[in-house]
């Protein structure tokens, strides 16, 4: 009986941790709303390198490399990414089943984001992940799954010998992640001078900080929060509520079993 105690006492404190955990998301999602409420929207031709945070809303649109066809999925778009995977790894390592990166390219030069006033370019360290875990991304995903069958079918991109070398219990993914022209984004982010002279792009915000670039309106993006943050709030509450009264409870039953004689 005592050992279930111990495990009812130890279960407790997980509740309490798990809450306080709840009550961090619930400051930093209060954070990121405020940080989308209190931050202005500048026109695209107003951005100069060197800001801090920005917010902008714009329309995709063809960078200095015009308009490019995906290779995977043959679409027209403004930049694009590929990335061909295999499981599981053949390297010697404990994790299972692992995976292979055979090839990873992108397109050279980034696209734009335009509005009336002008237009900067979109760092595609933007584009190749989501900036952050609750906003529609503004790229679209494709995904082909290659064997040793689809070699005459493959994308010319994709060498034949990394399809003709799979072995049968490996599986080799094909991810494209490309990027449309005219489609209306936010961004919340920074700006900063590009490699191109005179060119201003949009990057993600410095030091890992809060980023957004989704096709969700302003409105949209700090109403999220404020549900979210509402949500960790609750959460936070009824787990906190529960961890301190079996904590109590269990500790108090473990006291008097070790005390028993």
């Not at 237009?119 to 290659?146: C, K, M, Q, S, Y």
């Given at each position: 009986?005592?050992?279930?105690m111990?495990?009812?006492?130890?279960?407790?404190?997980?509740?309490?941790?798990?809450?306080?955990?709840?009550l961090?998301?619930?400051?930093?999602?209060?954070?990121?709303?405020?940080?989308?409420?209190?931050t202005?929207?500048t026109?695209?031709?107003?951005?100069?390198?060197g800001r801090?945070?920005?917010?902008?809303?714009?329309?995709?649109?063809?960078?200095?490399?015009?308009p490019?066809?995906?290779?995977?999925?043959?679409?027209?778009?403004?930049?694009?990414?590929?990335?061909?995977?295999?499981?599981?790894?053949?390297?010697?390592?404990?994790?299972?089943p692992?995976?292979?990166?055979?090839?990873?390219?992108?397109?050279?030069?980034?696209?734009?984001?335009?509005?009336?006033?002008?237009?900067?370019?979109?760092?595609?360290?933007?584009?190749?992940?989501?900036?952050?875990?609750?906003?529609?991304?503004?790229?679209?995903?494709?995904?082909?799954?290659?064997?040793?069958?689809?070699?005459d079918?493959?994308?010319?991109?994709?060498?034949?010998?990394?399809?003709?070398?799979?072995?049968?219990?490996?599986?080799?993914?094909?991810?494209?992640?490309?990027?449309?022209a005219?489609?209306?984004?936010?961004?919340?982010?920074?700006?900063?001078?590009?490699h191109?002279?005179?060119?201003?792009?949009?990057?993600?915000?410095?030091?890992?900080?809060?980023?957004?670039?989704?096709?969700?309106?302003?409105?949209?993006?700090?109403?999220?929060r404020?549900?979210?943050?509402?949500n960790?709030?609750?959460?936070?509450?009824?787990?906190?509520?529960?961890?301190?009264?079996?904590?109590?409870?269990?500790?108090?039953?473990?006291?008097?079993?070790?005390?028993?004689?």
């Amino acid at each position: 009986m005592l050992t279930v105690m111990v495990l009812a006492l130890i279960f407790g404190f997980c509740l309490l941790i798990a809450a306080a955990t709840s009550l961090l998301l619930h400051v930093g999602e209060l954070h990121e709303g405020r940080l989308v409420e209190r931050t202005p929207l500048t026109p695209l031709g107003a951005l100069h390198g060197g800001r801090r945070r920005i917010a902008a809303v714009g329309e995709t649109a063809y960078g200095p490399a015009g308009p490019l066809t995906a290779p995977v999925s043959g679409e027209e778009c403004a930049w694009f990414a590929i990335r061909l995977v295999r499981t599981p790894t053949r390297r010697q390592t404990e994790d299972t089943p692992g995976e292979d990166l055979l090839l990873d390219l992108a397109a050279p030069l980034p696209p734009a984001l335009v509005d009336p006033s002008g237009h900067v370019l979109i760092d595609p360290r933007l584009l190749t992940g989501p900036p952050n875990l609750h906003d529609p991304v503004a790229t679209e995903l494709t995904l082909r799954v290659l064997g040793p069958s689809s070699v005459d079918t493959a994308p010319p991109i994709v060498p034949r010998r990394l399809i003709e070398t799979a072995r049968s219990h490996e599986r080799l993914e094909l991810w494209e992640t490309r990027l449309a022209a005219g489609r209306q984004v936010y961004a919340l982010g920074s700006a900063g001078h590009g490699h191109r002279q005179g060119s201003i792009v949009l990057l993600p915000t410095r030091h890992g900080g809060f980023t957004v670039l989704t096709t969700d309106d302003r409105t949209a993006v700090r109403e999220r929060r404020r549900l979210q943050a509402a949500n960790s709030r609750s959460l936070a509450r009824s787990l906190g509520m529960a961890g301190a009264v079996v904590t109590l409870l269990s500790g108090a039953l473990v006291l008097w079993f070790a005390q028993s004689p």
